[in-house]
């Protein structure tokens, strides 16, 4: 059956940086474009990042352009996140997804953003 699985998150200061992945199986990983989306206290779910089949095109919130970097390495059916000079605002929990014949998600990454 389809999984992701992030890891990656953690405690950073201001500043600071992080790198998410997330391990995918149960599909052709390959053939789909994959995204990440995040989820602060008491917010909905927001988009955070995308990237096509081959990782040729990407696609960010205006909120990360310039600090964060979608990646992905089709051999390894892996999709990284790079987050650079983060944000207290940054602080949610993260998910990769796909979108299938339905919406996939993986259990989410903790990622706070604390001095």
């Known amino acids: 059956q389809v999984q992701l699985v992030e890891s990656g998150g953690g405690l950073v200061q201001p500043g600071g940086s992080l790198r998410l992945s997330c391990a995918a199986s149960?599909?052709?990983?390959?053939?789909?474009?994959m995204s990440w989306v995040r989820q602060a206290p008491g917010k909905e779910r927001e988009f955070v990042a995308a990237?096509?089949?081959?990782?040729?095109?990407?696609y960010y919130a205006d909120s990360v352009k310039g600090r964060f970097t979608i990646s992905r390495d089709n051999a390894k059916n892996t999709v990284y996140l790079q987050m650079n000079n983060l944000k207290p605002e940054d602080t949610a929990v993260y998910y990769c997804?796909?979108?299938?014949?339905?919406?996939?998600w993986g259990q989410g990454t903790q990622v706070t953003v604390s001095s």
């Open positions: 990237i096509s089949w081959s990782g040729g095109s990407t």
């Open positions: 997804t796909v979108k299938l014949v339905r919406d996939y």
């Open positions: 149960g599909f052709t990983f390959s053939n789909y474009y």
